[in-house]
RNA sequence: GGCCCCGUAGCUCAGUUGGAUAGAGCACCAGAUUCCUAAUCUGGGGGUCACAGGUUCGAAUCCUGUCGGGGUCACCA
């Protein structure tokens, strides 16, 4: 493929395909492996899928690399240079080539020509918003349950690691063309929010005048419960209290959840976190129905469940600990260290067979991939939860378990106490209050989830390098801030829509330039393999590096006038540095956007 | 004791799913510095990728074992 190619295809080329721009080369390295197997060279049957293309991190290495001579020399049964050396002049043809060596054990190095570069960015001004959308996803639905905190209180700081890291993959993979469903699990029928109910009751009967004193241990005691008192209080009087506990439970109950899950959505939205559905436990068992029998009877059919008892628990001692006969799954065929408990003594199911039934019913609305995102004192119950859902579906559906650390407070690298009981603990309110929602959603994607994160409310606040939300920000600010400047100094200089993309580009060629550009052309790659992974961390550290790249380039400019964006001797090279400025811009916007983060226009 | 996660520069962490001489930021050292509204900038030192085996053309990455740190371990959610 040749760059003008690339450049000439509008519609056809990248639509509902990958838009990387090597997709191409990648391509030609493979048509000639096609070549080499007709000619006799490479057997019919090798495989060619270990066969990469990317871009080196040494650029004395060129532009591209390809393994494709070390993984074929083994089937060719030939040296891997010597085989390169066959490999060579099949792809050095191409005009979009420069140069092709043979380096190290039997790498090809690819260097492009030098308008291959500014075709890039032509690309990219015309694709403008689309540019770095993938089609990998084929339009797959996927399912992504997050959050998924009980409705008994207000989200603290512990949920909100996984409500952002599962609302920042639902975008990426939206971006990659998945056809997402964001899901919230409804806790609405365990025995807390009996209590919850119970503590509503309490707060009830305060609202009517009552003295109610101190609230009792095993009660909820936060402050957020009375406004449902005197909600209940206005619409019941004291008709109430005439109600036996069994009577009044669950019209309390309901009043409190609405409450709960209302301020959950609230808490949610100051992330700018909205879930497509809120699905309630309580609903797989109403309503003459009970979908957690019908999902033990189905496992039951499959010689999935029986009647036993476990092992006492080891570790520590528990006195309550009984041994009694339960109504077991068989998680240990499925590489479980034991089996599963399904019914409690009180005869009520387990959270566990709820939750299968859960996944059972996401299959059945036709989910056969699906996210959950979990804090990590969950991970115990991956293999269980995995275990079920492979008997029920004979693996037909997928599930990933992504797994969010705990997050340390800090101020100032102090760390912050909290404690439930005391009432000391940090809401996720307090947090986005505090920094805002952007720092804290880029803050909370800045590592991988897998590993504790550290957060600082003095760090994500700083106007300093080594603060990555103010850097990449600063980034955006600043291009528009140099977009803003030329449109008032060079008026007359024509930079609206496309006639940027008009602008003589190949007169980008010094090597921060250029460097740039190939750090914009990565940004599909990124975007494939962040969604492939299921890592969002992964945006948040490119758009670091790309705003380093960025900010690297305008401090050239402080020794180097002839170097800066605006260089009024030199009109059309203003032009084409102001649409690197610009495509800069769209692509930290395009990558904050997914993460959820708002790009700012100005920073103060 | 079982299972899960982690172990990479003095510190905090990346590492394109197995690629070439392992990279950033902070800190440290040496220079430069009043600016296209904006964080000062440039360069430098610093590593047995916890350890030992294995897999192969090639391992920080995959497998096994050891050590160290964290989480979790009937019924609760």
């Known amino acids: 493929m040749t760059p003008h190619r690339i450049c000439d295809s509008r519609g056809q080329q990248f639509s509902g395909v990958s838009m990387d721009v090597f997709i191409g080369f990648h391509g030609h ?5 096609q070549q080499l197997k007709r000619d006799g060279v490479v057997p019919q049957d090798a495989s060619v899928d270990g066969i990469s293309l990317t871009a080196p991190k040494d650029p004395t290495h060129g532009d591209l690399a390809t393994n494709a001579a070390m993984v074929l020399a083994k089937p060719a049964k030939m040296a891997p240079r010597k085989l390169a050396e066959r490999i060579v002049p099949l792809i050095a043809s191409d005009p979009g080539i420069e140069k092709v060596e043979i380096a190290g054990p039997g790498f090809i190095n690819l260097t492009l020509a030098r308008a291959f570069w500014p075709s890039v960015l032509r690309m990219v001004l015309e694709q403008g918003d689309a540019y770095g959308r993938s089609a990998i996803g084929k339009g797959q639905a996927v399912n992504i349950e997050y959050v998924s905190a009980n409705p008994t209180g207000p989200m603290h700081v512990g949920h909100c690691r996984g409500a952002v890291f ?6 990426l993979l939206a971006f990659a063309g998945y056809d997402v469903s964001r899901e919230y699990y409804v806790n609405d029928a365990g025995a ?19 003295d109610i004193g101190d609230i009792p241990e095993g009660l909820y005691p936060g402050d957020y419960l009375k406004p449902v008192g005197e909600q209940l209080a206005a619409n019941h009087k004291s008709s109430l209290l005439e109600l036996t506990e069994e009577q009044w439970l669950p019209m309390v109950r309901a009043t409190a959840l609405k409450a709960m899950l209302g301020m959950i959505e609230e808490d949610l939205a100051r992330l700018d ?13 109403e309503g003459g129905q009970d979908q957690v029998a019908d999902t033990i009877a189905e496992l039951r059919a499959k010689g999935l469940i029986y009647e036993g008892s476990l092992p006492p628990p080891k570790g520590k001692i528990d006195e309550e600990w009984e041994d009694r006969e ?22 009520s199911y387990t959270y566990f067979a709820s939750d299968i039934a859960y996944h059972r019913d996401k299959f059945r609305r036709s989910f056969k991939s699906m996210i959950d995102v979990w804090g990590a004192d969950h991970s115990g119950h991956i293999k269980r939860m995995k275990s079920a859902l492979a008997a ?50 880029f803050m909370m994607l800045y590592r991988k989830n897998d590993a504790p994160l550290d957060f600082d409310f003095a760090k994500v606040t700083e106007q300093s390098r080594d603060n990555p939300v103010f850097y990449v920000q600063y980034a955006h600010a600043r291009a528009c801030s140099v977009l803003k400047n030329v449109a008032e100094r060079l008026p007359d200089l024509n930079l609206e829509g496309d006639k940027l993309a008009q602008a003589d580009l190949d007169l980008l060629k ?21 969604a492939q992974a299921h890592e969002p961390h992964r945006l948040g550290f490119y758009l670091y590096d790309l705003s380093g790249d960025f900010h690297g380039l305008w401090n050239r400019g402080k020794d180097l006038p002839q170097l800066r964006f605006i260089y009024e001797n030199d009109r059309e090279l203003t032009r084409a540095r102001i649409a690197l400025v610009d495509v800069t811009k769209r692509v930290v916007a395009l990558g904050l956007g997914i993460l959820g983060v708002h790009a700012m226009h100005e920073l103060h």
Do not use: W
């Open 510 to 530: 010094d090597d921060a330039e250029i460097a740039l550009i190939r750090r914009i052309a990565q940004f599909p790659r990124i975007v494939e393999g962040a």
């Open 166 to 171: 599962g609302d920042a993959l639902a975008n």
């Open 29 to 33: 390295v493979l048509a000639a492996v």
């Open 392 to 441: 029920l579906t004979d693996n037909e559906a997928d599930l990933d378990v992504k797994v969010c650390q705990l997050v340390r407070l800090f101020r100032s690298g102090e760390p912050v106490k909290m404690s439930k009981r005391a009432g000391t603990f940090v809401t996720l309110r307090d947090v986005v209050e505090e920094v805002g929602a952007g720092p804290v959603r």
């Open 326 to 347: 339960q109504l077991l799954f068989r998680a240990t065929e499925f590489g479980d260290d034991q089996d599963r408990a399904l019914v409690k003594s009180d005869g």
């Open 192 to 210: 807390q929010v009996d209590v919850l109910a119970r503590s509503a009751f309490l707060r009830y009967r305060e609202a009517l005048g009552e």
């Open 273 to 285: 976190i909205r879930h497509d559905v809120f699905f309630s436990e309580l609903s797989l068992t």
